[in-house]
Structure formats: structure tokens, C-alpha cells
């Protein structure tokens, strides 16, 4: 009797308060009523003269069809950017736009101005809320690592994304080009694309007379992950003058090392994690392992660590190709392929191909931009 | 115990339905766009009286907070009043849309249906639907020892049924390529995000919440009849149950159940289990008070564990199945400890 008569106070209480909250909520909606006229003619919490013009801007748009198909109203001065990618965040760096950066993800470290950009989480499961909170004009996603949801709910609440979906390396430059212009400056953006177009044919027509060199890219070492033909990476790959060994129509397959044993690469091709150190370590490991110390080119020390940009399609990618050239054909390019800085325009620093066969002890030399 | 009557269900039910709402006002007030109690009330009744705008507030509130809400109450909902039913059904307090991998032959089915017809509203509603009634068939049939539905057996090949099909999941899984194989991994383990896959979202909703009353209505008008099957299958025979008819009844109803959760929200865990279970020692065994009280009961601990998924880990989210798992298998077995003591 005691317990129901616990239950039946406990009831009312809850309902009691349930109906506070409610009726609370009514009162707040009366009296708030003034405060979102006033809110409405205040679009964006920014400095008077600069929302203004937001407000101007956002009625001026234009209809764009992204790479995906998907149609959208994009204002023609888009201010404000979140990048849902590295490799997007990369580009809008390069193409020194970061002063309409708005947010980028938890991910996004190159350069590491980055870093300290709003984040709105991670590339597959950003909060679209936090998107949101950002007051974007723009939001910039990719194929290679976010969700097609993600998108799709974006657009539905009326939020413009637009997705690129490269697959090579002239599918980067165009969708370069696309951004620089989505984002009003296609100078800047045919700039960077003729100066990138240019370098990647400086070293098609050097290496044009030189057989592929027959790789093995490894994504991911334990569980094996290599690359298929339609991706970027296999493209990249063929700029740098060599080819991948392993022939899959998925994206990412797992191979087993039987297959990598019976395919006998003629390099190992390792991506490097940028900011750890033990880009030597991992490469003395492999040699260290059953199967792998068995390889040819493991014995021969063919294991190129090729940087990390190598994982993202962005203009720092044709450095990482460059680098993995000359490391490759070292008799088409005399100059000694040693750790290369390449310095941008916004002074960011790429990290390029570190020869595995040198050991570890002169760590002196390191990269600028991580501070080792 | 007290007789059952209509208005002690009603008051059961009405606290059960206020304290859902304080976790629905809750959920709508945190996240990671920060609104004030006083402009979601204003966004709402804007909304409400037609004279809806398209501010950053109404995008945020009628665009995401409130869809994944009534998301999150209607697979709650679901999922634990097929719980109940599977659990009478097959006599079993272990039973569990989860555990008997019925969840799993939903989700084969809909990720069957969303790679054979992508763009098709309602198939994968359809293809979860033949998905779980299909794996309880099986899962019932070699469960049967001797004529006899053993309770280990039953358990042993609903495990056996989840994992084969998981398998099966993978196998898949690695067929797909790209975006959609990331989509899908986030699916299985149980997603509120993705949004309604036509324009129109409240006619979405409104089939859903329509879908999910006729099952669930139907499985209540079974639930006299369920509370003498429990006490065996020949008494309630004796006593004029069509005991066939109302076992075929909970088993198309927990089908529908399950598949419009999965279909919807991926594989979520433990909700199916704990929260019937949790209701019964607190109200009592009877199903015309189990089946309600599970089911708002279900639709609190999904909205209450997605808002601590999206705001515990914020920016970044968890899905809601690693939130019921994380905290569902430590309640489980303090509530077995419990009872065992």
C-alpha cells in the first residue's frame, strides 16, 4: 500500500511538472514573440556592415549540379566554408582562401592552421548541428570519406553541399578549379591548377620512355589493404611512373600476402602517418616479419614511405607523386632524392618521401611544419 | 497485487508518458547548436501555427532535433514491444529481436533491397519485414526439440541464425564499393541520423507511426489471451484461447516491429531485452500493461541514449547502438544480480 501510494505521489509530481515545463513554454512563446522579430531582421550574429552583406549575398545564387548529381542554389559570394575533408581543407589553404574557413573536422591537420579551425567532428559522422551552428554559406564534401547521408540530410534542411567525387588526378585539378570558382576566386584557382597541370606534364614527358615500376601500395598493414584501379591513388601512382600490382574492381580490398608473395612488387610502397616518427621503425618491422622480410623488394630495401598525402586528393599530392617519382626512377632524376621541403605560398611545409634504407639516427633533419 | 484496471493502466501510463516528455524537451534543448529554451517554444509554435520560417533555429529544430526524436521514440517503441511479444511467443525471458537474430535477418533484408533497388520508398521496409519474419521461422523451427520448443536450443539457434547471417552481412559487405559500404557500416550498428528518404516528412512519419500502431495495436488485442499462454500452452486451450491463431498474430506483429526499426535505424541492442524486463518488475507481468508500458518505455531509453550519444562525445556522435550497448549490458546484469539475490 505504501509502495502504490509512493508510485501515485511520484505520478503526480511528474505531471505536475510535466505541465510546468508547458505551460512555461507558453508563456515564454507569448512574450518571446517581439524577440524574433527583432531577431529576424538580424540574420547573422556578425558585425553590422559585414552581415549586412551576407544578408545581401545569400538572396544572390546560382544552381550547381556537383559530382554527384545533386542540384543546389550556391550564393554567388560565398563567405563562409566548411570543409568536411582533409584533402578539402588542403585545397582551400592552397588556394589562399583560409579567411573563409569557417570549421573543418577533427581530421583536417595539413596545414596545421588547421588545426585550430572550429571542428565539426569527424569526416563520416560530423554533427550537422555544429555544421549548422556555423552559419555556413557553402559546405564542401567528398566521396572518398564522407557519408552520403551526411549530405543529403544537410540539403534537406537547406544547407548547400557540394560533393566532389575525384578519381584522378584530373578529376582533383577540375574539382580544384570547381571550388576556387565556387568559392569566387577562379583566378587563384586557374593559377594553382595550370601550375599543378604543369608539373605533373614535366614528369609525364620525363618518365614517359621509362617502363612502370610495379608497386605495391599498402593503405592499411594489418589487415593488408591495397588499392583498385578506379582510384585516385592508382592514377597518382601511374604520374609517379609506376603501377599497382594488385588488380581488384573494389576501392579498398583486403589482399592476402600469398597473393603479394606470388605477385613479387618491385617496391613496397608504404604511406606514412605524418606526425609519428617511427617512419623507420615501421620499415625495420616489416623487414622483421615472416612473410614480409621474404619479399624481394623488401630484401632489396624497395620500401618507399611515400607521405601521407599521398592518402588525399589535394594539390599537396603532386608533391607526394614528385617525391615517389624521383624515388622510383632515381636515373631519370640525378638530383638525390633526399627528405624534400616543399614550401607553399601560405608557408605550410609537405613532408615528402623519406628514402627507407636510411636509418633513423639523423632524425635532425625532420620537418619543419611538426617541429622534429 | 492490485486487480488491473483501465484507469490504473492509463495512470501507468500517463507518468511513463510524462517522463518521456521531459526527456523529449530535454533532447530538444541540448546539442551542439546552442538555442535557448524560450526560442525553441517560439521555432515550435512558428512551426506549429503554419508560419514557419526558414531561420537556423527552424533548421535546426524541424530539420534535425525533432525528426531524430521521433525517430529515436518510434524505434524504441518497436523494438521493445516486439521484444515483449517474442519473449511470450516463445516463452522465453532471453527473447529479443537481437538475441535471436531477427534483427540481423532484417538488416540482410534491407541492405538486400537497398542494393537491389535503391531509390524505392517503403522496400526496405518491406525486404526488413520478410528479413525477420523469415528468421523467426527459421530460429522457431530449430529451436523444436522432439515437438518441443526448448529454451536452450532456441537461444543456441538464434545465436547460430544471427551470426550466420552476419556472415552473410560481410560477405556482402565487401561486395559494395565506397560511400555506400561506409553508409552501411554506420547503419549496422545502429544510426538515427540518416534523413527521410522522400521530400514529404511528415507523410514519412505518418506511415511509420501508422505502420507501428496497427502492429502494435495488434499485438495488444492478444495480450489476455498471452498472459494464459504463459501460464501454458493446453490451460489457455482449455480455457478457449485460439491458441494458434493469437502465437500467429505476436509473430507477424514482433516481424513488422522489428523490420520498420531496422529498416529505419539499423541494428540497436539490448533495448528489446532490458526494457520489457525493466517494466516487469516494475508493474508486473500482465501484457495489457507490459505491452503499453514497454513501449514508452522503449521510445525514453532510445531518445534519452541518442541525446547522450550526440552530446557526450560532441562534435563527433556516437550511434545509438553503441550508447544502448554501453549501457544496457551493465543494467542487465544488475538487474539479474538482482533478482537472483
Request: proline fraction near 6%.
Amino acid at each position: 500500500m505504501a509502495a502504490s501510494e509512493a508510485r501515485r505521489r511520484f505520478f503526480v509530481m511528474a505531471l505536475t511538472l510535466a505541465c510546468g515545463v508547458f505551460a512555461c513554454g507558453l508563456r515564454d512563446a507569448r512574450a518571446a514573440e517581439t524577440h524574433l522579430q527583432q531577431s529576424a531582421t538580424t540574420p547573422a550574429p556578425m558585425s553590422p556592415d559585414p552581415a549586412a552583406q551576407t544578408a545581401a549575398n545569400k538572396r544572390a545564387t546560382k544552381l550547381v549540379t556537383d559530382e554527384t548529381g545533386r542540384r543546389m542554389a550556391i550564393p554567388l559570394n560565398v563567405q563562409r566554408v566548411v570543409s568536411l575533408a582533409p584533402n578539402l581543407t588542403e585545397t582551400i589553404y592552397a588556394l589562399g582562401l583560409d579567411a573563409k574557413l569557417a570549421g573543418d573536422t577533427t581530421y583536417c591537420d595539413i596545414p596545421p592552421a588547421a588545426k585550430e579551425k572550429p571542428h565539426v567532428g569527424a569526416p563520416q559522422d560530423p554533427s550537422l548541428e555544429a555544421i549548422v551552428a556555423l552559419h555556413p554559406d557553402l559546405v564542401l564534401a567528398t566521396t572518398s570519406i564522407n557519408r552520403a547521408q551526411t549530405a543529403d540530410a544537410l540539403l534537406k534542411i537547406g544547407v548547400p553541399v557540394y560533393t566532389s567525387n575525384p578519381h584522378t588526378m584530373a578529376g582533383m585539378l577540375s574539382a580544384t578549379a570547381t571550388m576556387a570558382d565556387l568559392l569566387g576566386a577562379s583566378e587563384q584557382g586557374a593559377k594553382l591548377v595550370a601550375e599543378l597541370q604543369q608539373r605533373l606534364d614535366t614528369l609525364h614527358v620525363a618518365l614517359q620512355d621509362r617502363p612502370m615500376a610495379h608497386v605495391l601500395f599498402v593503405v592499411w598493414e594489418d589487415p593488408l589493404i591495397s588499392i583498385g584501379q578506379n582510384t585516385f591513388i592508382a592514377d597518382a601512382l601511374r604520374w609517379a611512373g609506376a603501377e599497382s600490382v594488385i588488380v581488384a574492381s573494389q576501392n579498398w580490398p583486403q589482399v592476402s600476402m600469398e597473393e603479394v608473395v606470388r605477385l613479387q612488387p618491385e617496391y613496397v610502397v608504404l604511406t606514412s602517418d605524418h606526425l609519428t616518427a617511427e617512419t623507420h621503425e615501421r620499415v625495420n618491422n616489416l623487414r622483421d616479419r615472416p612473410t614480409w622480410s621474404e619479399l624481394r623488394a623488401v630484401k632489396l630495401g624497395h620500401v618507399v614511405m611515400a607521405s601521407d598525402e599521398f592518402t588525399r586528393p589535394s594539390p599537396g599530392l603532386v608533391d607526394a607523386i614528385e617525391a615517389l617519382a624521383h624515388e622510383l626512377h632515381p636515373e631519370v632524376f640525378p638530383a638525390k632524392a633526399e627528405n624534400r621541403k616543399v614550401k607553399m605560398e601560405n608557408g605550410a611545409c609537405f613532408y615528402a618521401a623519406i628514402p627507407a634504407a636510411e636509418s633513423g639516427s639523423d632524425s635532425a633533419k625532420g620537418c619543419g611544419r611538426c617541429a622534429r | 497485487m492490485r486487480p488491473l484496471t483501465p484507469r490504473r493502466i492509463l495512470a501507468i501510463c500517463g507518468m511513463l508518458a510524462a517522463i518521456l516528455f521531459v526527456v523529449v524537451v530535454i533532447s530538444l534543448r541540448v546539442g551542439a547548436y546552442p538555442i535557448s529554451m524560450r526560442d525553441i517554444v517560439v521555432t515550435l509554435y512558428n512551426g506549429a501555427v503554419g508560419n514557419g520560417d526558414s531561420s537556423e533555429f527552424s533548421q535546426v529544430i524541424f530539420g534535425l532535433r525533432l525528426p531524430r526524436i521521433a525517430l529515436g521514440i518510434l524505434v524504441g517503441a518497436a523494438l521493445s514491444t516486439s521484444g515483449a511479444g517474442f519473449q511470450a511467443l516463445l516463452r522465453n525471458p532471453l527473447a529479443d529481436p537481437y538475441v535471436l537474430g531477427v534483427s540481423s535477418g532484417a538488416a540482410l533484408g534491407a541492405m538486400l533491397s537497398l542494393i537491389i533497388a535503391p531509390h524505392t520508398v517503403g522496400a526496405i521496409q518491406l525486404a526488413a519485414f520478410i528479413g525477420a519474419a523469415a528468421t523467426i521461422a527459421a530460429v522457431y523451427f530449430l529451436g523444436r526439440r522432439g515437438g518441443q520448443l526448448d529454451s536452450a536450443t532456441l537461444l543456441l539457434a538464434g545465436i547460430i541464425a544471427a551470426s550466420f547471417l552476419s556472415a552473410i552481412i560481410i560477405f556482402l559487405l565487401t561486395l559494395v564499393n565506397g560511400p555506400g559500404l561506409r553508409s552501411m557500416t554506420f547503419w549496422l550498428m545502429g544510426d538515427l541520423t540518416a534523413p527521410p528518404p522522400t521530400q514529404n516528412v511528415l507523410g514519412w512519419f505518418g506511415f511509420l507511426y501508422f505502420v507501428f500502431i496497427v502492429a502494435a495495436g495488434a499485438m495488444y488485442t492478444t495480450s489476455s489471451d498471452l498472459n494464459l499462454i504463459l501460464t501454458g500452452e493446453q490451460e489457455a486451450g482449455h480455457l478457449g484461447v485460439n491458441v494458434t491463431r493469437v502465437k500467429l498474430v505476436v509473430y507477424v506483429a514482433a516481424s513488422v516491429l522489428t523490420g520498420l526499426a531496422v529498416s529505419v535505424s539499423g541494428t540497436i541492442g539490448y533495448v528489446g531485452l532490458l526494457v520489457p524486463h525493466v517494466m516487469r518488475m516494475l508493474f508486473g507481468t500482465d501484457y495489457r500493461l507490459l505491452i503499453p508500458t514497454s513501449a514508452i518505455g522503449g521510445a525514453i531509453v532510445i531518445v534519452l541514449a541518442d541525446t547522450l550519444g550526440r552530446t557526450i562525445v560532441a562534435p563527433t556522435e556516437l550511434p545509438v547502438g553503441a550508447m544502448t550497448a554501453l549501457a544496457g549490458a551493465p543494467v542487465f546484469i544488475y538487474l539479474m544480480r538482482r533478482r537472483i539475490r
